[in-house]
């Protein structure tokens, strides 16, 4: 270096700058069109290996998309139907988010799920006469409070202990189930001729339709969640505490983040947004507790997050894609007689080429893909919150979690 | 209480402790290699449904239960290939790849299921294990019917124990497998190919997760339904992690779900104040209180979960 003429050298200099100046940007838009990209060419390969499928079982593979595309939109009550499916994916969906820009891979979302069921349940059979002004808040708050209790437990071994809550909070889903078996045959049973299902919520409890019109209000729920949690993120210091922990724990102790703190706080959060889609789904769907009705809702709401890429607004993206194609999906099992199975195939596709994907635009370049930044300070800062990078989905959370 | 002392006092019940510890013994074991290479074996939950399903699928169509067995090696090492492609290859999440994983095996054994089979009114028979008593041995008493007396795979997973342990220990290949999981970099400037072991180790976890979940449908119930493994590749990782990555470790992890396995099921049976979905509840219990307690400081393979890139250090 010292050879170099001070004008060359600064020269050298303008030029690096400029080059990774320039670079950064690139790489940047580059980055943001990928994190829409991925997920739709993803979803593509995805939506033709399941027309193989089904071409090879025998059907017309774009007749039965078109009976798929009919049935989820076809009018406005198959909307109205597809929009209730979309619902408790937006929440799971969150939910799953909210916990892994936080650093905990919350795969308990079904069991959360299942308590904020019978939480809202609990409260929506229990009170007659009431207006629904306050009843339907209620049952809400009582789902929420639920799934955020069936939450703690994982959250606070992952804090205090450092337990992995990849397997405490899939163990939960499964004490869960338990309790929901037993609850809706033994004390919660009410359904006539012995039926393993509630009895019939109060009306007032019901969730109503938009005007009629066969769409139920609980998209409006949703849509304000969705925004509650974009602007809890990205636009508060919980929020980017939270991102700040997910990203690098140790920086964010420099940066005078409590951790374990945090961790609890998106773990909380992220079970009451479960146990909420529980609930909603009770409350504007099934008026009833139902235990196999509830199934999947929560496993789903892991591909949401992450095809959505982590992002409250891709979530909702996802959520429609993926409610959609349930809905959809039973009308090609009733018409085409192909089994609904098919579209966990296409979801778990979409899910494995975005996680692919992800690992091929960052191949060799960043750490995203493993997150092995996560105990090394100097590898990672906490991004400031108006930075174009800070939003960036971290596909990692395993690391974190161990 | 005493139905408590009752259950523990049948030779019967131990029979049914072993082969509820099989399955988790055969992929816990399997996954020690792994996991000591440096991959996380969350995905076995995968590779076991496919397992289980494949291995319908040939045990009926053959009608030879051990043709069975053989399509659900070949499933899951198949399955397998794709993890170690994805997280070896592809340095993809191990986690998350797993996760997505095992959603794929859902979707697709059930969506093959009911392709195959469309909607069925009386579930499926195919054969199934028949026990194989060892001359002589089974002979013992009490020892005897429990231990040699047993159904063949169940002989392999014990077997698996001195194989894993001997392989892992005594071999080059197990040094191999240890030198990358603890340490990669160091691995690779000996000129041991780390990618190489890693999905040797993997594909290796694949084949004996295909046997452990065509155990589960074709062992003895001999049909699928689907999530017939029900989170027990879960239990299998929690046994090695719990046995902190050693096979004596995992073995006795695996022997002690297995306990609680069979005790639940037990339980079930009895007439009592509690209901018997508390008891169905208990092994995953007994799960979330033994990470809590007992695991606390890991002793976990150095470069456990992280992909290799040669240029860093």
Redesign the interface.
């Known amino acids: 270096m010292n050879e170099l003429q001070p004008a060359a050298q600064k020269t050298t200099e303008f030029w690096s700058s400029g080059l990774k100046h320039f670079g950064g940007r690139f790489l940047n838009t580059f980055y943001k069109t990928q994190r829409i990209t991925v997920p739709v060419i993803a979803a593509l390969i995805a939506l033709i290996i399941g027309g193989l499928l089904i071409a090879s079982s025998g059907s017309s593979a774009a007749e039965s998309y078109t009976v798929l595309v009919r049935g989820a939109f076809g009018s406005l009550s198959r909307l109205g139907y597809t929009i209730g499916q979309m619902v408790p994916l937006v929440f799971t969906g969150l939910a799953v988010a909210v916990a892994y820009q936080g650093g905990v891979f919350n795969l308990g979302g079904q069991g959360q799920l299942l308590m904020g069921g019978i939480g809202a349940t609990l409260v929506s059979i229990s009170f007659p006469n009431m207006p629904p002004v306050i009843h339907i808040p209620m049952a809400i708050l009582a789902a929420a409070l639920f799934g955020m209790i069936w939450a703690y437990i994982p959250g606070i071994m992952k804090a205090k202990l450092g337990v992995t809550a990849v397997i405490t909070t899939l163990m939960f889903n499964y004490i869960a189930d338990a309790i929901m078996e037993w609850a809706v045959r033994g004390p919660l049973q009410g359904a006539e001729g012995g039926v393993p299902a509630s009895r019939l919520i109060y009306e007032s409890a019901r969730i109503p339709m938009l005007g009629g019109s066969g769409i139920s209000s609980s998209i409006l729920i949703a849509l304000v969640t969705v925004l509650f949690i974009y602007i809890l993120l990205y636009r508060t210091t919980v929020g980017f505490s939270i991102r700040c922990v997910g990203l690098n724990p140790v920086a964010g102790v420099y940066a005078g983040i409590r951790s374990s703190r945090t961790i609890m706080t998106s773990m909380l959060l992220s079970g009451a947004l479960a146990g909420m889609a529980g609930g909603i789904e009770i409350l504007a769907t099934t008026f009833r507790l139902w235990e196999s009705l509830l199934h999947g809702y929560g496993f789903t709401g892991i591909t949401v997050a992450l095809v959505g890429g982590l992002h409250p607004v891709g979530v909702l993206i996802a959520a429609l894609f993926f409610g959609a194609l349930r809905s959809g999906a039973n009308s090609m099992q009733v018409l085409m007689r192909i089994p609904v199975p098919i579209v966990f195939i296409i979801q778990a596709l979409t899910i494995l080429f975005v996680v692919a994907g992800t690992a091929v635009r960052f191949h060799g370049t960043a750490d995203l893909t493993e997150g092995s930044n996560v105990n090394d300070p100097s590898k990672s800062e906490c991004e400031d919150p108006d930075e174009e990078q800070a939003d960036a989905p971290v596909l990692d959370g395993g690391e974190g979690d161990k | 209480m005493v139905e408590f002392l009752q259950i523990l006092a049948n030779p019967q019940f131990y029979v049914s402790v072993l082969r509820m510890a099989t399955p988790l013994m055969l992929v816990a074991l399997a996954g020690v290699l792994a996991e000591r290479a440096g991959i996380?074996t969350?995905s076995a939950e995968a590779f076991m449904l496919v397992g289980a399903f494949f291995g319908l699928l040939g045990s009926y169509f053959s009608d030879n239960v051990w043709v069975g067995f053989l399509t659900a090696m070949i499933g899951g090492g198949l399955f397998s290939l794709i993890y170690a492609f994805?997280v070896v290859t592809?340095?993809?999440?191990?986690?998350?790849?797993s996760?997505?994983?095992i959603?794929?095996?859902?979707?697709?054994t059930?969506?093959f299921f009911?392709?195959t089979f469309g909607v069925l009114l009386v579930p499926l028979q195919a054969p199934t294990l028949k026990p194989f008593a060892i001359p002589l041995l089974s002979k013992i008493p009490i020892l005897g019917p429990i231990l040699f007396n047993q159904l063949p795979i169940v002989y392999l997973a014990l077997l698996m124990l001195p194989i894993v342990h001997f392989v892992l220990y005594k071999t080059t290949w197990g040094l191999n497998v240890r030198a990358v999981g603890d340490h990669p970099h160091a691995a690779d400037t000996l000129g041991i190919s780390v990618v190489r072991v890693r999905y040797q180790a993997i594909i290796i976890t694949g084949l004996l997760g295909g046997i452990a979940g065509a155990f589960l449908s074709i062992g003895q119930l001999g049909t699928f339904i689907d999530n017939i493994t029900?989170?027990r590749g879960?239990i299998a990782?929690?046994a090695i992690?719990f046995g902190r990555w050693t096979p004596i470790g995992a073995f006795l992890g695996s022997l002690l779900f297995g306990f609680a396995d069979a005790l639940q099921m037990r339980l079930q049976n009895f007439e009592s104040v509690i209901?018997h979905?508390?008891y169905?509840?208990v092994p995953?219990?007994l799960?979330?209180v033994l990470?809590?307690t007992v695991?606390?400081k890991?002793r976990?393979p150095a470069a456990?979960?992280?992909?290799f890139?040669r240029?860093e250090h």
């Open positions: 996380i969350f994805m592809l340095k993809t999440n191990q986690i998350v790849t996760v997505a994983l959603l794929f095996s859902q979707g697709l059930s969506y009911s392709s029900g989170g879960f990782y929690c992690v209901p979905q508390f169905i509840a995953y219990i799960t979330v990470l809590a695991v606390g890991h976990m456990s979960g992280k992909a890139r240029e």
